[in-house]
């Protein structure tokens, strides 16, 4: 998913250029998401290539092809253009999400050299390119968004290879200091509103149909759970978290580009298991969908809201649970620092309809398997921050910018 993407640099999605017709911004849109992703790939120690940082995904080579045989796949195939390299079409098309026991077992011999792949890149780039004003508005719109997502998938990748096999680009560690008290912050109760309207701009499929959901009231904390408020449960027995590691007998954070001493008022990153363990060590218990749609947007309006936040590619780790001002009803961070596990499974909305151009897409995941993420994370795209979005995730996956807050009913 780009030029390197340094601390501060911000990401355009369609946001409505003047002068340009739909397609020519959104065929910039995807140029600025490409630099974004190949930004990712010049971090990395070229020995690295076939490194498998995270056991559940595939090794690091599969992602340098992966984003063009997507798009190639979709967007080669809906303009009818002839496959040049089926073999590459094939290997690189999808991803992996497998069931903890079930591992990938394949060896690097098993993949293709560096420069094969990359020759196959400039050839699928170049042949796109060529013919994007045929694309249909929709597919470039996936394309899009599908690479904006793996720039942030690919980030946790890169989170989990050792220092020593990545560049840093410019370390600048946000301040920390002491946990903050986080009240309880009453929202009252009324409509919430998930999904989004048809007709009325791109949305994924399990985006649709927009449905609006009675809430009654409840409290919800007015801060996300810091590392300093999980160093407690840890105290107490529980298990460090996976971004944690000790140090001469202190915690650390586990940095992008560097451990530092655990930043004690920054959000602490943990699985949904881990959350909802915390969650009833305390007496409560995380938000659903629903009630994490009544607390962050209802009456934010729209992205532009979250500007402040650290969101689109501004920081490599978190910042201050603090840092940012509260919404009108003086909750914080709701979007951004790290999205949210929500308690509800993700499921289909009434109404749902699968892509026909990508069936598996949300569908695949619809086996009771997967928890429901809100809000976005430091390396979360703009464009994704939109009320509608919904990410997912296993309960145990640790390696996530997950972070939650707790919920009193
Ligand atoms: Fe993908």
Request: net charge negative; glycine share 8%.
């Amino acid at each position: 998913m780009r030029a390197p993407a340094a601390e501060g640099s911000s990401l355009f999605c369609y946001t409505g250029l003047a002068g340009m017709t739909p397609l020519a911004e959104l065929s910039q849109s995807l140029a600025v998401a490409r630099a974004q992703t190949d930004s990712l790939f010049d971090l990395i120690d070229p020995g690295a290539l076939y490194e498998r940082p995270i056991p559940e995904r595939h090794r690091i080579i599969f992602y340098l092809g992966h984003l063009e045989a997507f798009d190639w796949n979709l967007l080669g195939r809906a303009m009818e253009m002839p496959a040049f390299n089926a073999g590459f079409d094939h290997l690189f098309s999808f991803g992996i999400d497998p069931e903890s026991g079930d591992l990938p077992t394949d060896r690097p011999a098993d993949w293709p050299a560096p420069g094969e792949v990359r020759k196959y890149n400039e050839r699928v780039r170049a042949a796109l390119d060529a013919a994007l004003e045929q694309a249909p508005e929709e597919l470039m719109h996936v394309a899009i968004e599908h690479r904006l997502m793996h720039a942030e998938t690919f980030a946790y990748m890169l989170h989990h290879l050792p220092f020593e096999q990545k560049k840093s680009p410019a370390p600048a560690t946000a301040p920390s200091g002491p946990a903050p008290q986080s009240r309880m912050i009453e929202i009252p109760a009324g409509p919430a509103t998930l999904g989004r309207p048809r007709g009325e701009g791109f949305g994924w499929d399990n985006e649709f149909e927009q449905q609006e959901v009675e809430v009654p009231a409840f409290g919800i904390a007015q801060h996300k759970v810091t590392n300093g408020d999980y160093l407690e449960f840890v105290k107490a027995g529980a298990a460090a978290p996976h971004f944690w590691i000790c140090r001469e007998g202190e915690w650390c954070y586990h940095g992008m580009f560097e451990d530092v001493p655990l930043p004690l008022d920054w959000p602490v990153y943990v699985s949904y298991d881990q959350a909802r363990s915390y969650a009833r060590w305390k007496g409560k218990s995380l938000p659903t969908e629903a009630q994490f749609h009544r607390a962050a947007y209802d009456g934010e309006g729209g992205r532009e809201a979250f500007a402040g936040e650290n969101v689109d590619f501004r920081r490599w780790d978190p910042e201050r649970v603090t840092a940012s001002p509260p919404n009108r009803y003086g909750v914080s961070q709701m979007v951004g620092n790290g999205w949210e596990w929500t308690s509800t499974r993700f499921e289909p909305f009434p109404g749902f309809h699968p892509f026909s151009f990508y069936p598996g897409y949300s569908a695949n995941f619809f086996d009771g398997q997967h928890y429901v993420l809100k809000g976005g994370s430091p390396r979360t795209a703009r464009c994704l921050l939109r009320s509608s979005f919904r990410n997912w995730f296993r309960p145990a996956y640790p390696y996530i910018y997950a972070t939650f807050r707790l919920l009193e009913d």
